[in-house]
């Protein structure tokens, strides 16, 4: 945002996630699915939820363009899924 390729930037991310996210999720639900890993229901919610999340972004982004607080959204929003979705529940898999 300083050096002035945050619209791109932003554009890019809330792209790029939307694509991956939906390929990645449905991989990862499959593989926790097929071990019965104890929180695949809970993994499908929450992806689902992040999805709904980048969704709404999106249409932020679409209709009034990249703003600072949508900036903030989506640098907050990865953030939260990184500390708390990844390192609590994707992690599970890796147990099984
Ligand atoms: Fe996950």
Same mark, same amino acid.
């Given at each position: /945002?300083? &050096?002035?390729? #945050?619209?791109?930037?932003?554009? *890019?991310? %809330?792209?790029? @996630? ?9 991989? *990862?639900? &499959?593989? /926790? ?5 104890? %929180? ?10 992040? !999805?709904?999340?980048?969704? *709404? ?6 209709? #009034? #363009?990249? @703003? ?6 989506? /640098? ?14 994707? @992690?599970? !898999?890796?147990?099984?």
């Amino acid at each position: /945002m300083q &050096s002035g390729a #945050g619209d791109a930037k932003v554009r *890019e991310i %809330v792209a790029f @996630t939307a694509t991956y996210a939906a390929k990645h999720f449905a991989l *990862e639900e &499959s593989h /926790m699915a097929r071990v019965n890993c104890p %929180v695949a229901i809970q993994n499908k919610q929450a992806h689902a939820q992040f !999805l709904k999340r980048f969704g *709404e972004i999106k249409a932020k982004v679409d209709a #009034g #363009g990249v @703003t600072a607080s949508v900036s903030i959204e989506t /640098m907050r929003e990865l953030s939260t899924w990184i500390t708390t979705h990844i390192k609590t529940i994707d @992690t599970q !898999l890796a147990k099984m």
